[in-house]
């Protein structure tokens, strides 16, 4: 492949968990000539063929620069989300759906051949009965409590339009499970436990109990193996939406086993008004519609990945939880200030 048909690549929230798989994997790509990370704060973090500026997709001063950044991109993956404030749902909107459009549009205007777009199992509305997986043409309804399932359904349909509108950009939706690993810990933590909470309390010996409650069962994957899941996206000339989950399926057995842990059988209801109670005042960061939405996921089904982007998970979902653990309990984290641990603080 010669330099000029080598791909300019521009990716938004370029410094989070999938960002900084994402980008170190198409810094090892030979047919990325280069490539451009886009965030609300510039990182330290240094490769060879990567720009870094600062952009905030919220602001709409900030569009023309967006504008002029994907100006000569030939393909652009968006992943920049918010997950936080949850006590503020018109802020995440503001971030995460408006900070969308203003991308989409972008890309319309510059005619950018390609779009990958993070969306997420929880764009789909509740699975069957009976937990079977489902494809990518289940709907893609949400779960109309929680501001992150809303917003990702919302997306879905905004690109549904925006496909219609821009058949000359090849657009690409990536639907992963949860995505872990070592260096995103801190970051999790932080997101859904709060910055106080202690990663020393995930080691075993502090977890001796796992409730089991109805409805928990859900899919992991190691994030660098979602990450070439997105590479390949890129690279292959395949439109639509991908599905990506490892196995095995993740249930009470399976953490109970993981933690050394016992199941112990705990009423949903209690479960939540814990939550609620904790959100409430300010205890607790992930708010109590975001648990009623995870017991609501659908499982799914990875067939079409593995086909036609000959993609395969490298780990297994235990492996992933368990590097997300270990980086849980040694303060993991990566040299942007989303990932930041004891390691890069």
Wanted: aromatic share 8%.
């Amino acid at each position: 492949m010669s330099p000029s048909e080598r791909l300019r690549v521009v990716v938004t929230g370029a410094t989070g968990n999938v960002g900084t798989s994402l980008m170190r994997a198409l810094e090892r790509e030979p047919r990325v000539a280069s490539v451009l990370g886009l965030a609300r704060r510039r990182p330290q973090l240094a490769l060879e063929r990567t720009e870094w500026a600062e952009v905030d997709l919220s602001r709409e001063g900030d569009a023309p620069r967006l504008a002029q950044y994907v100006a000569d991109a030939d393909a652009v993956v968006h992943l920049a989300w918010r997950f936080q404030p949850t006590h503020d749902p018109v802020e995440t909107w503001r971030a995460n759906v408006l900070g969308s459009v203003r991308v989409f549009d972008a890309v319309a205007a510059a005619r950018v051949p390609v779009l990958v777009c993070a969306s997420s199992v929880g764009a789909y509305s509740p699975g069957p009965e009976g937990g079977a997986p489902v494809s990518e043409g289940w709907p893609t309804h949400g779960w109309p409590g929680a501001a992150y399932t809303r917003e990702k359904a919302y997306l879905e349909r905004v690109l549904d339009t925006f496909e219609r509108d821009h058949p000359q950009t090849r657009v690409v939706r990536m639907r992963p499970c949860f995505l872990f690993k070592e260096e995103s810990a801190s970051e999790q933590r932080r997101i859904f436990a709060g910055r106080w909470f202690p990663g020393q309390l995930f080691r075993p010996e502090f977890v001796p109990l796992v409730p089991e409650l109805s409805g928990l069962s859900f899919q992991a994957l190691h994030t660098d193996d979602a990450a070439d899941a997105y590479r390949r996206a890129l690279l292959r000339d395949v439109r639509g939406p991908f599905n990506l989950a490892a196995e095995p399926v993740v249930d009470v057995e399976v953490l109970a086993d993981m933690l050394g842990a016992r199941p112990v059988k705990v009423p949903n209801s209690a479960v939540r008004g814990a939550l609620s109670a904790a959100w409430r005042m300010r205890l607790l960061p992930a708010s109590p519609d975001l648990f009623d939405a995870v017991l609501r996921l659908p499982l799914l089904a990875t067939d079409r990945a593995r086909h036609e982007l000959g993609w395969e998970p490298s780990r297994t979902s235990v492996e992933a939880l368990e590097a997300f653990l270990r980086g849980a309990r040694t303060g993991g984290g990566d040299a942007t200030e989303p990932m930041a641990g004891r390691r890069f603080g």
